[in-house]
């Protein structure tokens, strides 16, 4: 990467790629994404340049980046995960894909999907590319059976 350059996001230091670049800052700098407030059809909303607080898909990807970092810090290099630190975050914070649930070969095979640049480690990238899987399968379970999906009515 180049000199200035976020790693991870390919957006250089201080760049205008996003609207919401502020707003996402902010977040991302919070110990904690606030909630957005409930609005009427009419009001403000987030799409809305002059609101400074974050919308839900923004205090989403907030969170998966805060949510790296939370357990990338622990050991090693800090902009990586070592395989203690996957099985931790997996057992936190997906327990549906924790390593409790994973014998240690499912897990060295996940591991390995994951790793693609194979240094041992999941860096940033890979592990945005996992939760984007795990995402468009759960697109796909609910996209198969829509009475699986919590509507608001």
Not at 26 to 42: E, F, H, L
Not at 136 to 148: A, H
């Amino acid at each position: 990467m180049g000199r200035g350059r976020n790693p991870g996001l390919g957006e250089p230091r201080g760049g205008r790629g996003c609207r919401g670049g502020r707003a996402l800052a902010g977040v991302i700098n919070s110990p904690r994404a606030p909630a957005a407030p409930s609005r009427t059809p009419g009001e403000l909303s987030c799409a809305d340049p002059a609101v400074p607080m974050a919308c839900p898909l923004e205090q989403a990807l907030a969170l998966m980046v805060t949510t790296f970092h939370k357990y990338s810090g622990k050991e090693g290099d800090k902009y990586k995960l070592s395989k203690a630190e996957l099985k931790e975050l997996l057992n936190k914070e997906l327990p549906v894909f924790g390593s409790k649930q994973m014998d240690e070969a499912e897990f060295k095979r996940l591991m390995n999907d994951l790793d693609h640049n194979k240094d041992s480690e999941v860096d940033f990238k890979e592990y945005v590319c996992f939760l984007a899987c795990i995402t468009m399968g759960f697109n796909e379970f609910f996209r198969d059976d829509p009475s699986k999906q919590h509507r608001r009515k």
